[in-house]
């Protein structure tokens, strides 16, 4: 440990506050992954990524192996989603989903066959006689999304564009968010294949130059990850320092490269792609193995849980039957998917582990602080703990007195949900929900002032039409009158209610990117002048990977 | 896997962070109570009953003015009294009066500070001046006379020590106490009595030279406000508070900068009329303002430049009413004056954002 601090030496956050809160990764960081055995039956969700949810390419009855495609991409941002394991689809229904809402959606039931029988591979160990764009492409049909924990899909990453020249390639290892290790301990485990994961990303990108950056609390990682780079001089492993939000990628960006990504921007805009390194796993694993993603590493960890662990998980056992690998649990309090810090509280053990699940963090009741909270003292706690250096204690007044508009001039939304602020509140205030609650305020204020101009919009292409129509009556009675040639007014070629429909198709897509971009790294409040397809990419990955 | 047997929480699922810091509003009152605790028991030392009784009165009509306003406006009474932050402001008061202040006085003051200063605005966190700072310039513009009458220094113990009658009586006699011997009456704090003086076409250091002392003033055995006495304690009280990480370096330390730097080039355009820096820092109530007073959370900024700046505006006007106002000491008007600022400073001092130009600004790097 002291060998490789004197190697590399640990770089300072560079971004203003954060915290430093409890860690406990000590429950999981020295437990080795191992696999869950795969269940009887699985609950494939066919949205597991931001976008929109893949569409289903299989009928009840049918017979899948292990990769076979069962949810088509729909539309940009949507990946596919593949069959975890070998087996017959039993049910395409709505099924529990892993989210705050409690509520179901589309799921495809596979009843596993036992034999776990692979689907035809194309592995591709010479990936670079590839071009760039058929790795993009390759990328998106393995369904890979970034495995932080936000799920965007990797594909659209991957793809700059001619105009942002990317130099360097981030892998991200920093995991602050408290209990959390599973990257940690891919990093110690799968060093040299999450290497060539992320050169073929910086492959694919055109970097030259690629970085790895570790919290200083993850020494093994770090030597791990240093010594498989021996004999990659494109490769630069560093240690940062240990504060959270480190993880989050344009905090990560700063403190390694110096560079600020500017608000509404895309890390793409100062040179970098950022990739999880779980992601880089998976990249690999899809490229030059030729397997889809169907599996990831997951933490399960927290007081409740009888014997935390992390596992290799195929996407779909309920957490209930992960749980119970673990030795199930007692006296639970909140159950957390992702971490303490940005995760969600599910309602239930019933929804299924699916490509976002990073964690699953088990909770006491003793654990769940149970506070109730008090008025703002203005104590500037907020304040000094923002990693965007908002100023939150404003903020929350503003929200809670709906003034929606004074609070986004108050750079609501460049806000990224990391928690900080309401971390070291005294007065124990959810200041997070209250931001949430502003920005989904405000975007459906947008939303209706976007149909009210659609249906002014269609009202005057009525209006439009009828005029013209009466003026073509109106000509052709004058026609008949002068008996003239009988020739017919000609008919506009533009219909109105055509644009006026496109226009609207549009703004849903680039509303539905940024809605569910909801960790929202990059809000698109800043971002209005960009193109639709530029807007969907600004709802940034991996806000959970912190 | 039964669905019986799935969990469903019995608690609220409510949104992220599901993990938060230790510590609440009541730690942070708490920290302050410990911080004030040795200048208070000192100046309890010092002046013998009368103190103990004056914040026994202090304390009680302030936490029954609070009890009473609560439930009228059906909040949670018990949570807000435990929070503490009636007790600061009842605390800080008696701490900034003379010891000799009649049961009365001390009771308004402190029905004035929580009820008109903090709950008639909205209660905890609402109130836009210092509860404790109203309250005694309330008292001191309606009761000059009674708020500039320091008794002598007469320690517990000691030979000169009130009696616990005649400290009653002192609390509670009002004018029908009997006379106390005639030094018991009253002394001048060092600042009063050097506008006094000044007054008589005497120079600092003719006035100085009358038995003041650095020493004596550090340690605090002149008169004053109890919290006015012992600067050393005031001090150490003050060090514990940003070491527990309740408050940090930016008001105390620009405040005492903006005296002393007053101090300063007035002194040496004039010493003859303008005492030194030391002077104006270790009397009177600056370092208790300036670590304890100034710093409440709730009336002072939050950014931290607006802090600096609230902390500089609050040092320079003590030092201007100090020399040129009608009180010989300004510290409770500075600091009202500066709560009134501070939503324009917080406003005007927002930090800049992440990746733009400035708070509320165009990312970097945009042509405006």
Known sequence: MVEHEQRTPILPALFHGGIEPAEHKGLTSESPIRRLPVPAVLHVPLKQHIGNPAQAAVQVGDRVRKGDVIGKADGFVSVP???????????????????????????????????????????????????????????????????????????????????????????????????????????????????????????????????????????????????????????????????YPMGAEKQLILSVTGREVPSGRLPADVGVVNQNVGTAFAAYRAIVHGEPLIERVVTVSGGAVAEPANLAVRFGPPIETIAAACGGYADLGRLIMGGPLVGSALHSTEPPMVKETNGLIFQTRAEVSGAAALPCIRCGACVEACPVSLVPNEMYHLARNKEFERVQDYDLFDCIECGCCAWVCPSNLPLVHYYRYAKSEIQAKEREKEQADIARRRTEARDARLQREKEEKEAKRRAKKKQADGGKAEKESADPREEAARKAAEKRRRMRGEASGEAGTEQAGGSGDAAAGTDAETASDEPNQR | ??????????????????????????????????????????????????????????????????????????????????????????????????????????????V??????????????????????????????????????????????????????????????????????????????????????????????????????????????????????????????????????????????????????????????????????????????????????????????????????????????????????????????????????????????RPRVFGKERAGGPPLGSQE
């Not at chain 2, 008292?139 to 009653?168: D, M, R, Y």
């Open chain 2, 112 to 349: 004035f500070g929580i009820g008109v200063g903090k709950q008639l605005y909205g209660g905890l966190g609402a109130n836009p001046f210092n509860p404790a700072m109203i309250a005694r310039v309330m008292l001191l513009i309606s009761f000059p006379k009674e708020l500039s009458t320091w008794p002598a220094v007469k320690p517990l113990f000691s030979g000169s020590a009130l009696s616990f009658s005649e400290g009653l009586r002192v609390t509670f006699g009002g004018d029908k106490a009997p006379a106390l011997p005639p030094d018991a009456a009253s002394a001048a704090t060092p600042l009063g009595h050097l506008k006094t003086e000044l007054t008589l076409n005497r120079t600092v250091d003719e006035i100085l030279a009358e038995g003041y002392s650095h020493t004596q003033a550090i340690f605090g055995t002149f008169s004053g406000s109890a919290g006015e006495t012992s600067a050393l304690l005031v001090l150490l009280g003050g060090l514990y508070l940003w070491w527990r990480g309740i408050i940090d370096w930016r008001i105390p330390g620009s405040m005492i900068a903006g005296t002393a730097a007053m101090a300063l080039i007035f002194h040496v355009y004039d010493p003859s009329a303008f005492p030194g820096v030391a002077f104006h820092v270790f009397n009177g109530s600056l370092l208790l303002g300036a670590f304890f007073i100034a710093t409440d959370m709730v009336t002072s900024p939050t950014t931290p430049r607006g802090q600096l700046i609230y902390g500089a505006g609050c040092g320079v006007l003590t030092y201007v009413i100090r020399t040129w106002g009608g009180y010989p000491e300004g510290v409770s008007f500075a600091v009202v004056l500066m709560n009134a600022c501070v939503p324009l400073i917080d406003h005007y001092t």
């Open chain 1, 81 to 243: 989603v593949h069959a975890p394991t070998s087996g017959t689809v039993t049910a395409i229904d709505d099924y529990p989903a892993p989210h705050p809402s409690g509520l179901s959606a589309p799921t495809v039931t596979i009843e596993a066959d036992g034999t776990d029988e692979w689907t035809d591979l194309d592995p591709r160990p010479d990936y670079e006689t590839l071009r760039p764009a058929e790795i993009r492409g390759r990328i998106r049909e393995a369904g890979l999304v970034g495995l932080g924990g936000a799920g965007f899909p990797t594909f659209i990453k991957l793809n700059p564009g001619p105009d942002r020249p990317v130099d360097t390639v981030l892998l991200n290892g920093g995991e602050s968010e408290p209990y959390l290790t599973c990257d940690d301990r891919l990093m110690r485990e799968r060093p040299k294949e999450i290497l060539q994961g992320a050169s073929i990303i910086a492959y694919t990108v055109g970097a030259k130059r690629i970085v790895v950056a570790i919290e200083a609390n993850k020494p093994q990682a770090i030597s791990a990850m240093l010594g498989a780079s021996a004999g990659w001089p494109q490769i630069e492993v560093v240690a940062v320092e240990n504060r």
């Open chain 2, 1 to 110: 896997m039964a669905q019986s047997s799935l969990f469903r929480p019995s608690l609220a699922t409510p949104s992220s962070p599901h993990a938060h810091g230790s510590g609440g509003v009541g730690s942070v009152m708490g920290a302050v109570v410990i911080g004030l605790a040795p200048v208070t028991l000192f100046s309890v030392y010092l002046f013998g009953w009368p103190a103990l009784f004056l914040l026994v009165v202090t304390l009680a009509a302030g936490l029954a003015t609070e009890a009473v306003l609560l439930r009228l406006m059906g909040r949670p009474v018990r949570a807000h009294l435990l929070d503490g932050s009636a007790v600061v402001t009842c605390l800080l008061l008696a701490l900034s009066l003379p010891a000799s202040t009649p049961w009365w006085i001390a009771a308004l003051g402190a």
